[in-house]
């Protein structure tokens, strides 16, 4: 008789309602079940579902052996960082990783000397692994031995408890050619149900070439604090200040040809035979697009729908490949959608102090451009809300003053962004504490002798102590 695998489950958060995949958890559960003894499941759960049924669920399907559970984009939920210190007092071995795993478990920096600081995770997870999955394998092959300690990527307590910090291994394209689409669920009345996902994702590049331009900065204070007056801070950093992804990945790369063509063979059929429609991961997509889609179609691959996530800059200079992709979008039937570009703002203090590297007139050439498009390519080409697309628009920021808001009215008014371009909700600016705003705001800190609220991962900027500043 074979003897039944032994089995795991990844967490990660997810949002109501929703039908996209999560490639990186489920990228980690399919190199966990092809490369270990174990068959591994990821489980969405959002803010509103249950954790007394979701442990039901995790009762029944963990039967044999140590539960072992994973946890991944938990995108800083109180409530999950609340349910892993549970399950880890109950007995389970909890795993944080994928992005910012490490420095989420590690702690803000010099927590220890700043107790208002974020004193990390350390205390809710067995252990965390930063980097890619495979790095798991050593532990899963050997749970109770000592010498997965000692793997690429592993986090964890010494007996001092200290954090001792192994050096993440490189990414390797042949763990990123397979993807297993059907391994991730929901919690429905305390039983894993599976998730019919209509939106997977495609991986072409890892990480973003904007976080290998490194750049000495100057950052304005926030205004409430002086920023109007010429008061600031000069940093060194790359990619855009606020981004976690600059920090936690930076640029590995692009993969190889065969490596996404691999991926986008194994992204699951629509009822009519044509694969699902997908995002692809890459922030300067339209220069190789052209070619990615006559090998598709040399390939016989029947797509649908092809996402793109841009950079302002990147996509005006693209406009001759993007011409190209979309005439050979109409011979292959399919389309291209601007799910997302990161305008960020549309004034230009407010980009420069997010470090865009993008100014408000190549915000509007981008407009300008994608609205042209739509004319050639009505059928073919689309970015606009009501499609679906939600574009990156940062509000409010700490740099917000009358002059900027005046700007950023007068810019919307004047191009009728309201029309197509702006998302139905404006995303505050978010500060994770290892972002290089993170440290901007470390700097103020000892200047000024002031201490910023925290919110868990995030750098509440819009409160000093006790008191809200805007
Ligand atoms: C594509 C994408 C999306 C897509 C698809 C969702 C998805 N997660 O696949 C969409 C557009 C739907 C999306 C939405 C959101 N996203 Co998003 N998204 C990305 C993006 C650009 C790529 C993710 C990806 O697939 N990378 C490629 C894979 C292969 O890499 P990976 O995720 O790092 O996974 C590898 C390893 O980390 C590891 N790994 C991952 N999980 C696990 C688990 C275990 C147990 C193990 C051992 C290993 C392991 O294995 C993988 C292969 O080696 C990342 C940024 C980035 N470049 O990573 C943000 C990112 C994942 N998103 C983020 C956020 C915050 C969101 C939103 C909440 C944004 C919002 N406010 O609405 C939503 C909701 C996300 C959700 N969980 O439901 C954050 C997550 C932060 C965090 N640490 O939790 C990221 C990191 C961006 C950031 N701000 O830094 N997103
Ligand atoms: S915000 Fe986007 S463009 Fe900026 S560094 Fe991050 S991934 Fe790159």
């Given at each position: 008789m074979i003897a039944p695998r032994k089995r795991m489950a990844i967490i990660a958060s997810y949002l109501p309602g929703e039908t996209y995949g999560l490639l990186g958890p489920q990228v980690a559960a399919t190199i966990i079940q092809e490369n270990t003894g174990y068959e591994c499941v990821v489980i969405a759960l959002t803010r509103e579902d249950d954790k007394g049924l979701l442990k039901k669920a995790l009762a029944d399907y963990l039967t044999i052996g140590m539960p072992i559970i994973g946890f991944s984009t938990?995108?800083?939920r109180d409530d999950l960082f609340s349910l892993a210190r549970e399950l880890k007092h109950e007995g389970a071995i909890t795993i944080l990783a994928g992005p910012q795993a490490d420095v989420d478990y590690l702690g803000e920096v010099d927590w220890q000397f700043h107790p208002h600081r974020f004193s990390g995770l350390s205390s809710h997870f067995s252990f965390a692994l930063h980097g890619p999955?495979?790095?798991?394998i050593p532990f899963l092959n050997d749970p109770k031995g000592k010498t997965w300690r000692e793997s690429p990527g592993i986090h964890s307590l010494d007996q001092d408890a200290r954090i001792a910090q192994n050096t993440k291994k490189a990414w390797e394209s042949d763990f990123l050619r397979k993807v297993i689409w059907n391994n991730l669920f929901r919690v429905r009345e305390g039983s894993l149900e599976p998730l019919h996902i209509t939106m997977g994702q495609v991986l072409q590049h890892i990480g973003c070439p904007h976080a290998t331009r490194s750049r000495r900065v100057e950052i304005d204070y926030p205004a409430s604090l002086?920023?109007?007056?010429?008061k600031r801070v000069s940093l060194s950093l790359k990619g855009c200040s606020f981004c976690d992804v600059a920090v936690d990945k930076g640029f590995q790369g692009s993969l190889d040809m065969e490596t996404v063509l691999a991926q986008i063979q194994g992204l699951p059929d629509r009822a009519d035979g044509r694969k699902i429609t997908f995002e692809?991961?890459?922030?300067?997509?339209?220069?190789g697009l052209p070619t990615l889609l006559r090998e598709v179609k040399m390939r016989g691959f029947q797509l649908s729908q092809v996402n793109l996530t841009l950079r302002a800059d990147w996509f005006v200079l693209g406009e001759k490949h993007l011409r190209e992709a979309l005439l050979l979008a109409r011979d292959m039937g399919i389309r291209i959608f601007l799910g997302s570009m990161g305008f960020e703002s549309f004034d230009d203090r407010i980009l420069s102090n997010l470090n865009k590297g993008a100014d408000l007139q190549t915000n509007l050439r981008a407009i300008g451009l994608m609205r042209r498009i739509k004319e050639e390519f009505p059928l073919e080409w689309g970015y606009t809300r009501d499609e679906g697309a939600n574009h990156g628009f940062i509000h409010p920021t700490p740099w917000d003053s009358e002059e900027t808001e005046m700007n950023n009215k007068e810019v919307i008014s004047l191009y009728a962004l309201?029309?197509?371009?702006?998302?139905e909700h404006s995303i505050p600016l978010i500060i994770h504490h290892a972002s290089a705003l993170g440290d901007w705001i470390r700097v103020i800190e000892k200047r000024e002798e002031i201490q910023f609220k925290r919110d868990v991962s995030i750098i509440a900027w819009w409160q000093i102590g006790d008191h809200i500043i805007i």
């Open positions: 938990l995108s800083g999955a495979e790095q798991i002086g920023g109007g007056d010429g692809l991961i890459n922030e300067n997509a339209l220069p309201d029309k197509d371009i702006l998302p």
